[in-house]
Antibody
Framework: EVQLVDSGGGLVQPGGSLRLSCAAPGLTFNNYVMTWVRQAPGKGLEWVSTLTSNSAGSYYADSVKGRFTISRDNSKNTLYLQMNSLRAEDTAIYYC??????????????WGKGTTVTVSS | DIQMTQSPSTLSASVGDRVTITCRASQSISTWLAWYQQKPGKAPKLLIYKASSLGSGVPSRFSGSGSGTEFTLTISSLQPDDFATYSCQQYNSYPLTFGGGTKVEIK
């Protein structure tokens, strides 16, 4: 069974930075599109960013564009989300999720347990 | 951006009931729609993809239908494990967008 292990969350001050990681042991990682989705407290799911299998294409929500960077290391089966200039409204549980093989028409069929990011002074 | 609107936002039902949740897209998305189930404190779980295809290991009491702009998720006979929040997601185009969720509560 494929598992995703997301980590790196924590408490950070407004304007600060954090890097999230998502490990995918046992997955043929370099075959799949990977995505970050977040959920603010008591709110619905919000797509954050998607990266193609070979890192050639990346997509971002307008709310994080220019502040967040998605990347991956296929040799380590790991996905990352570098978050800079963090704001209170970025406070959420962040989930990494495995997608399909193509960036177009990408749904998420395996999800990590999530890592909590709190932005507060 | 494609807006996804779910109804109802909350639904009260009993074990054994047939339950239907609706999701509407602001423009046509063909059948590029997924449904997820989420329980409190847990990650979402894929139920349905391509509007009507059942995810791996998902019980057959779950079904999806629709195309274009209107979609439904049906639970044929609600079980105790099904009390949760259900969300639709379009993957026709970026940005990917989710519906606001439907919470299925015990009546």
């Amino acid at each position: 069974e494929v598992q995703l292990v997301d980590s790196g969350g924590g408490l950070v001050q407004p304007g600060g930075s954090l890097r999230l990681s998502c490990a995918a042991p046992g997955l043929t990682f370099n075959n799949y599109v990977m995505t970050w989705v977040r959920q603010a407290p008591g709110k619905g799911l919000e797509w954050v960013s998607t990266l193609t299998s070979n890192s050639a294409g990346s997509y971002y929500a307008d709310s994080v564009k220019g502040r967040f960077t998605i990347s991956r290391d296929n040799s380590k089966n790991t996905l990352y989300l570098q978050m800079n200039s963090l704001r209170a409204e970025d406070t959420a549980i962040y989930y990494c999720a495995k997608g399909t093989m193509a960036a177009s028409h990408n749904y998420m069929d395996v999800w990590g347990k999530g890592t909590t990011v709190t932005v507060s002074s | 951006d494609i807006q996804m609107t779910q109804s109802p936002s909350t639904l009260s039902a009993s074990v054994g009931d047939r339950v239907t949740i609706t999701c509407r897209a602001s423009q046509s998305i063909s059948t590029w729609l997924a449904w997820y189930q989420q329980k409190p404190g847990k990650a979402p779980k894929l139920l349905i993809y391509k509007a009507s295809s059942l995810g791996s290991g998902v019980p057959s009491r779950f079904s999806g239908s629709g195309s274009g702009t209107e979609f439904t998720l049906t639970i044929s006979s609600l079980q105790p494990d099904d009390f949760a929040t259900y969300s639709c997601q379009q993957y026709n185009s970026y940005p990917l967008t989710f519906g606001g969720g439907t919470k299925v509560e015990i009546k």
